[in-house]
């Protein structure tokens, strides 16, 4: 079992930054890679940016590219999420995600993931 909790969510005017992190424990050496999605009220849940730890690669939702930057340390399974030129649609819970198992593909599915986070509130005023 691997245990996620985020931190750093919180209130923003357009335009700031804010910067997420997620803390791992538990039975982390498997992991293979780790993400971010958020939830905005009444949507579904969406993937925002994901890191292989094998390789380093990181993948970004076309909303986000260029703004957000995924990030994290292999040894203890940290995850970061800076967040630049915040928007009002970046509004939501935000949640760290984890998974063991790795494909030929990037990893933006919900089912790609087995952990998750309890999620954390970003909230973008106008």
């Known amino acids: 079992q691997v245990q996620l909790v985020e931190s750093g969510g919180g209130l923003v005017q357009a335009g700031g930054s804010l910067r997420l992190s997620c803390a791992a424990s538990?039975?982390?050496?498997?992991?293979?890679?780790m993400a971010w999605f958020r939830q905005a009220p009444g949507q579904e849940r969406e993937f925002v940016a994901h890191?292989?730890?094998?390789?380093?690669?990181?993948y970004y939702a076309d909303s986000v590219k260029g703004r957000y930057t995924i990030s994290g340390d292999n040894a203890s399974k940290a995850l970061y999420l800076q967040m630049n030129s915040l928007k009002p649609d970046d509004t939501g819970v935000y949640y760290c995600?984890?998974?063991?198992?790795?494909?030929?593909?990037?990893?933006?599915?919900?089912?790609?993931?087995?952990?998750w986070g309890q999620g954390n509130q970003v909230t973008v005023s106008s």
């Open positions: 995600v984890a998974t063991a198992r790795g494909y030929n593909r990037p990893l933006i599915q919900t089912y790609d993931y087995d952990y």
């Open positions: 890191i292989t730890y094998v390789t380093g690669l990181t």
């Open positions: 538990g039975q982390t050496a498997s992991t293979y890679a």
